[in-house]
T-cell receptor, first 114, second 112 residues
């Protein structure tokens, strides 16, 4: 998985609780991404980062925030989890911008919000 | 607005068959078209990618065909094997924009 770890790998939480998912990379890649995967929707970008402390929104960012204080770590926070945020979350990294933007994906975190 | 439309949702073929998965895009600024393969419980992994100035690209048993005028591209898997059973995603992005837009995926089953 290209030096990408995600933690936790599985989590069950209650509606209304805060949840933080962590993505850690050992590749020193500049770009990091958070996606969610849901049946019938494919992969949808939540947030991405183009450097330390530089982040921007993706297509489904409502209800999520991110932080990147170090090159190797990208955190995804659900401030107040809802059942609609039950999903599998994938982190991805890429070394470059422009053509050939190969993204390497982590193993995923399965989140269940009850 | 779904910018990359993928079909079919699922596909079943016999071993040795040639499954074909199709994608259509809307944004003519896209210039990078990768295909990702995902096995159950794993993250997607890049399989093959093409740029719009090339009509076909082959890597092993996997071929991308690209039709710029129709804004369509497809994945062909030659001599398919049961080990190719997975979910396949097409995607697209602009060269200077590193955000990938994914299709909804195709679940491929190759029967022995």
């Amino acid at each position: 998985d290209a030096g990408i770890t995600q933690s936790p790998r599985h989590k069950v939480t209650e509606t209304g609780t805060p949840v933080t998912l962590r993505c850690h990379q050992t590749e020193n890649h500049r770009y990091m991404y958070w996606y969610r995967q849901d049946p019938g929707h494919g992969l949808r970008l939540i947030h991405y980062s183009y450097g330390v402390k530089d982040t921007d929104k993706g297509e489904v960012s409502d209800g999520y925030s991110v932080s990147r204080s170090k090159t190797e770590d990208f955190l995804l926070t659900l401030e107040s989890a809802t059942s609609s945020q039950t999903s599998v979350y994938f982190c991805a990294i890429s070394a470059k911008q422009g053509w050939g933007n190969e993204q390497f994906f982590g193993p995923g975190t399965r989140l269940t919000v009850l | 607005q779904q910018q990359v439309k993928q079909s079919p949702q699922s596909l079943i073929v016999q071993k040795g068959g040639i499954p074909i998965i199709n994608c259509a895009y809307e944004n003519t600024a896209f210039d990078y078209f990768p295909w990702y393969q995902q096995f159950p419980g794993k993250g997607p992994a890049l399989l093959i990618a093409i740029r719009p100035d090339v009509s076909e690209k082959k890597e092993g048993r996997f071929t991308i065909s690209f039709n710029k005028s129709a804004k369509q591209f497809s994945l062909h898997i030659m001599d398919s094997q049961p080990g190719d059973s997975a979910t396949y995603f097409c995607a697209a992005s602009r060269g200077s924009n590193y955000k990938l837009t994914f299709g909804k995926g195709t679940l491929l089953t190759v029967n022995p």
